[in-house]
T-cell receptor, first 112, second 110 residues
Framework: NAGVTQTPKFQVLKTGQSMTLQCAQDMNHNSMYWYRQDPGMGLRLIYYSASEGTTDKGEVPNGYNVSRLNKREFSLRLESAAPSQTSVYFC???????????FGQGTRLTVV | EDKVVQSPLSLVVHEGDTVTLNCSYEVTNFRSLLWYKQEKKAPTFLFMLTSSGIEKKSGRLSSILDKKELFSILNITATQTGDSAVYLCAAPSGTYKYIFGTGTRLKVLA
């Protein structure tokens, strides 16, 4: 029972390159979230998906797109990476009538 | 816009000290406030608080919520080096959003 799995764990991109961060959960949760974490900034919500087929913007959506492919998977895409997107990205899920979120192990992304 | 604010941003103490971390919130239709501990990787859940004045306790950690003054505190007594981490508070916002504070970075020196 893996919980929430994110791939990749580390990535270095050049400015202007694109990439997709993958997140999969086996917890049968409806809600999924993408956050970024920068020093001194806590976790800032990029996008979230309340259920399969729906997505909504969070606090810092610019430069990102998401896809809720099915109930299990929620991907985050950077179409043209910028150095300001250097961060640690976390995927999280919520559901089953519980209020605590469950997190993936994070992706450390560096854009040079 | 709903928000969660934590203080202090960072704290350095010595083993054995007691620390108090603060979290204030402004959340429409408030339902709950949660505390997480983050060491090197993903945050892990500590407490969920929904009612004022009821202390939640786990070992040396305890937390309480004041819904009148809109804040929560996390206390850690007899701190140990293993308590060094970032402590985050969070709250559900709106129907499906979930927002976090900036975190308090605690360093416990031996």
């Amino acid at each position: 029972n893996a919980g929430v799995t994110q791939t990749p764990k580390f990535q270095v991109l050049k400015t202007g390159q694109s990439m997709t961060l993958q997140c999969a959960q086996d917890m049968n949760h409806n809600s999924m979230y993408w956050y970024r974490q920068d020093p001194g900034m806590g976790l800032r919500l990029i996008y979230y998906s309340a259920s399969e087929g729906t997505t909504d913007k969070g606090e810092v959506p610019n430069g990102y797109n998401v896809s809720r492919l099915n109930k299990r998977e929620f991907s985050l895409r950077l179409e043209s990476a910028a150095p300001s997107q250097t961060s640690v990205y976390f995927c999280a899920t919520l559901g089953g009538g519980r209020t605590e979120a469950f997190f993936g192990q994070g992706t450390r992304l560096t854009v040079v | 816009e709903d928000k969660v604010v934590q203080s202090p941003l960072s704290l350095v103490v010595h083993e054995g000290d007691t620390v108090t971390l603060n979290c204030s919130y402004e959340v429409t239709n408030f339902r709950s406030l949660l505390w997480y501990k983050q060491e090197k990787k993903a945050p892990t859940f500590l407490f969920m608080l929904t009612s004022s004045g009821i202390e939640k306790k786990s070992g040396r950690l305890s937390s309480i919520l004041d819904k009148k003054e809109l804040f929560s505190i996390l206390n850690i007594t007899a701190t140990q080096t293993g308590d060094s981490a970032v402590y985050l508070c969070a709250a559900p916002s709106g129907t499906y959003k979930y927002i976090f504070g900036t975190g308090t970075r605690l360093k416990v020196l031996a």
